[in-house]
């Protein structure tokens, strides 16, 4: 389980997050969504040690909330895939899949291949030059390599057509039934919905509603509310 409890967050002398609580259970999908400034990357942040935080970040009953980033990410298994997806455009497929992956990781990377037949064939490709749907599949199968028990995911769908869209939250859900924890960041509520088990609504920095994604009435209630209008 990746667990927050009263998680505080500040950049600089401004605060962001007023006490955020949350549990990803393995196995399971859980989406951020809320508008514009409430707090969804930095909630990300916050569990990778990439802002000031108070409060307690919790990986399988290991409070990690004093942890550099790279022991976060190295010793807890969390990948992540931020928004604009952070690839070295110049370099190909296969340098972007393995940079700073160590020998076992690198071992594993037909079997993350085996997960997108689009990538098979390009591995020598400079991801410049690829798709935008392609470059995602690229910066998840990066994350995907480190064989992460809990992937936090920043926006996956954005600038990508809904029928890739669709593609990439498949293999999402194929992860997750493999056991994998996810946490995404989703602007669209529908969408969030129509992928994960729980909706975490924030609001101005702090959890307003969590939502069991089987509950239709609350999900079409958040759909049909200011906040789930897609903006
Ligand atoms: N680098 C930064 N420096 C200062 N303030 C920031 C920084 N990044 C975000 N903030 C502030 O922190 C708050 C939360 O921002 P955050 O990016 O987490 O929101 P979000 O819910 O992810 O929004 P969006 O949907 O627009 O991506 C906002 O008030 C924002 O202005």
Known sequence: MLTLESVKGWYGSTQALFGVNLRVPPGKTVALVGTNGAGKTT??????????????????DVDISAKPTHRRVNDHHISVVH?????????????????????AQRARIDEVLDLFPALQGRTHQKVSL??????????????LLRDPKYLLLDEPGLGLAPVVIDEIYRYIAELCSRGMGVLLVEQSVARAASVADELVLLRV????????????????????????VHH
């Open 205 to 228: 920095g702090t959890v307003d509603r969590v939502i069991d994604t089987t509950d239709s009435a609350q999900v079409d209630q958040l759909v049909a509310d200011a906040f789930g």
């Open 130 to 143: 690829l798709s935008g749907g392609q470059q995602q599949m690229v910066a998840l199968g990066r994350a």
């Open 83 to 103: 928004e604009g997806r952070g690839l070295l455009s110049q370099l190909s497929v296969l340098e972007n899949l393995t940079v700073g992956a160590n020998r």
């Open 43 to 60: 909630t990300l942040r916050a569990i990778l040690g990439a802002v000031r935080t108070e409060g307690s970040v919790r990986v399988d």
